[in-house]
């Protein structure tokens, strides 16, 4: 092994000269206070697979795996991708595990940080595991346009995907609190999220504008020009502040085009790396083919809200702004996103030619429910004529109206219609996975 690529992983893992350093290694990744990420509560390593940990840069995946080796006695070797001589020693996976074995006895669980990063990531993730390795292999992407693309088929079967999110409120909410104490701290929260969002460094921080400030220009001009290569960063930044003041829209590829200066396929090839890197959703349209819906067209939403709203909006308070209704759509559909990922590409809106509309539709199994999202309060229960015409035409399971105050269960067609506050929306997602 070249003496530089030692001296990297040397410093990336000191336990490799003492191995009592490790638990005291494993800690210098750890917050002061963890803040335990219930979207993957599930996650387990398993010998000879990739176990992949993807989301938006800086949602919180290293130190999600540095936690969980932090309850590991056994080392894990960090392999961080950012770094070139990393980057050489990843150029073949029978030469990297010859050269690991040259600096270790016996080879310790691997853990390869920013994958992407790597120009074949994907064949060399396939030819290591091919190799059985027979140790647990753990990676952290942010799930980019050149990892997706390179990773989707080569790692068929032998990949475990898990997706992290910013946070989200069933992971900042205490447990066991006192049903008034509960709604209070639920209340403050769920506002919260709507101004400034989840990005852990964003909620911790004194500075949130500030932070998030950074991170457009790291998603932008490192991303976008560094990584993507993109020609027309300005373009980038441009179709990305369109997107946010169009949260809960329909898209207009042409009309963002026009805006932008750029072709409709440039735009689209740009939207598309939004949405690997998991800056926006794309919200497929609903089609049961028994009125005149709606079929190709997707609606733009942001897998954060303080993102959006530092791109469009600004943070101006909640009693000012004339977008609460957007950002509580949004807020809600960034929850259903983090709550439970199988749910992740199975929520869809649902819109006929002639303007009837259900804000999300989401079918589970054999199961179809409907979610209407309302600002504000109310005081008696109604369902608009479009939520109507969706029960009349498919008879869902059940279907949720999130408000602000209303608490009540009414039936409508024959369907239970269940009027909830917005705050409790993860205890109504966990019923419908029962």
């Keep these: 092994m070249e003496q530089i690529t030692f001296q990297v992983l040397s410093g990336h893992n ?39 940990v993807i989301g938006p840069r800086q949602s919180g995946k290293s130190t999600f795996i540095w936690n969980y080796l932090s309850k590991k006695s056994t080392p894990f070797l960090l392999i ?19 050269e690991i074995k040259e600096i270790t006895t016996d080879l310790p669980g691997l853990f390869f940080e920013e994958i992407q990063h790597l120009p074949e990531a994907g064949l060399f993730l396939k030819g290591l595991v091919d190799m059985k390795p027979d140790v647990p292999i753990l990676v952290t992407g942010s799930a980019s346009y050149h990892l997706k693309s390179k990773t989707r088929e080569s790692l068929a079967g032998r990949a475990v995907r898990h997706y992290l999110l910013p946070f989200g409120m069933v992971e900042l909410l205490p447990a066991n609190l006192p049903p008034a104490v509960f709604e209070k701290k639920a209340g403050a929260l769920f506002n919260d999220l709507l101004l400034w969002g989840g990005y852990p460094e964003v909620y911790l921080s004194s500075n949130r504008q500030a932070v998030l400030g950074q991170l457009v220009e790291a998603f932008v001009l490192r991303d976008a020009s560094d990584m993507y290569r993109i020609k027309r960063p300005d373009a980038f930044r441009k179709i990305l502040s369109l997107a946010a ?26 939207v598309n790396l939004m949405t690997e890197s998991h800056l926006i959703k794309l919200l497929p349209p609903f089609v049961g083919g028994k009125r005149a819906e709606i079929t190709s067209t997707p609606k733009v939403y942001f897998l954060d809200n303080g993102l959006r709203n530092f791109l469009f909006g600004g943070f101006s308070p909640l009693v000012q702004r ?18 439970t990922h199988p749910l992740f590409d199975t929520v869809h809106y649902w819109r006929t030619g ?12 054999d199961q179809l429910f409907a979610i209407e999202v309302k600002a504000g309060a109310l005081k008696k229960p109604k369902i608009s004529r479009s939520l109507r015409s969706f ?13 602000h105050t209303l608490q009540m269960e009414i039936e409508i067609e024959g369907c239970k219609v269940i009027f909830d506050k917005h705050i409790f929306l993860s205890d109504r997602l966990l019923e419908l996975k029962k």
């Design 391 to 403: 029960i009349q035409a498919y008879q869902p399971d059940k279907v949720f109206v999130l408000n």
């Design 14 to 52: 000191p336990w490799l000269e003492n191995r009592g350093t490790w638990r005291d290694a494993v800690l210098l990744h750890l917050p002061d206070k963890y803040v335990p990420r219930k979207q993957i509560a599930d996650f387990k390593s398993q010998k000879n697979k990739i176990n992949l």
């Design 80 to 98: 961080n991708c950012e770094e070139q001589s990393c980057r050489e020693l990843c150029l073949s996976p029978a030469l990297f595990l010859r």
């Design 322 to 339: 004339s977008d609460l209704g957007a950002l509580v759509e949004n807020l809600i559909l960034t929850e259903l996103c983090k709550h």
């Design 354 to 365: 002639s303007g009837a509309e259900v804000d999300f539709v989401l079918r589970l199994s």
């Design 245 to 270: 003041s169009q949260v809960g829209n329909l898209v207009n590829f042409s009309n963002w085009a026009e805006n932008a200066g750029v072709s409709v396929n440039t735009v689209m090839e740009y």
